[in-house]
């Protein structure tokens, strides 16, 4: 069942999330199951908007990614991203 991730990422700049992207875009398989990704910069920092087809494979990502984000200097934090069960979704010109 595919879910919706909104993550808020307050104090994480713009930078922070290009140098992080370009790290995870060289680990193979690590975006298996994501439907699609946003990015969007607000006031104080940055908001994630995905669609995964399992939170299974959100959580396989999670593990992945959190080593590599530390690694780039962003915070630990307890606060997860609020996750909802998608009802349908579809993609303009694909006949979905």
Request: aromatic letters at 10%.
């Amino acid at each position: 069942m595919a879910i919706f991730v909104h993550a808020v990422l307050s104090g994480i700049t713009t930078d922070q999330y290009d140098a992080l992207n370009a790290r995870l875009q060289t680990t193979p398989d690590i975006f298996d199951g994501c439907v699609s990704h946003t990015c969007a910069q607000v006031d104080g920092g940055l908001e994630i908007f995905d669609v995964w087809e399992t939170e299974q494979q959100m959580n396989a990502f999670t593990e992945r990614m959190m080593p590599i984000a530390a690694d780039e200097g962003w915070p630990v934090t307890d606060a997860g991203p609020r996750i909802m069960t998608v009802y349908n979704y579809w993609v303009p010109g694909t006949g979905g």
